[in-house]
């Protein structure tokens, strides 16, 4: 069970690190101008890719546990 937990901590550790990098992306994009469309872009990249390889698999974790428990 304890490398379930640890495997489950290393996807929310990844998708912290993931939204991090999306925000200092967003940041050096706004640095002085007004540039919306491509701020969109980069949150829109980064939702996507959380969602799919983040929360995708740690759903099917989470299914998995629930079941042998």
Same mark, same amino acid.
């Given at each position: ?6 495997? @489950?901590g290393l996807f929310i550790i990844?998708?912290? #690190? ?8 967003? $940041?050096? *994009?706004? =640095? ?7 701020? @969109? ?7 996507? #890719? ?8 740690? $759903?099917? *974790?989470? =299914? ?6």
């Open positions: 069970m304890e490398k379930k937990k640890k495997s @489950i990844a998708s912290a #690190f993931i939204w991090g990098v999306v925000i200092v992306g967003c $940041a050096f *994009k706004l =640095k002085g101008t007004s540039c919306m469309d491509e701020i @969109i872009y980069i949150l829109s990249l980064g939702a996507t #890719f959380h969602l799919l390889f983040i929360w995708g698999p740690l $759903a099917i *974790k989470f =299914k998995k546990i629930n079941k042998e428990e």
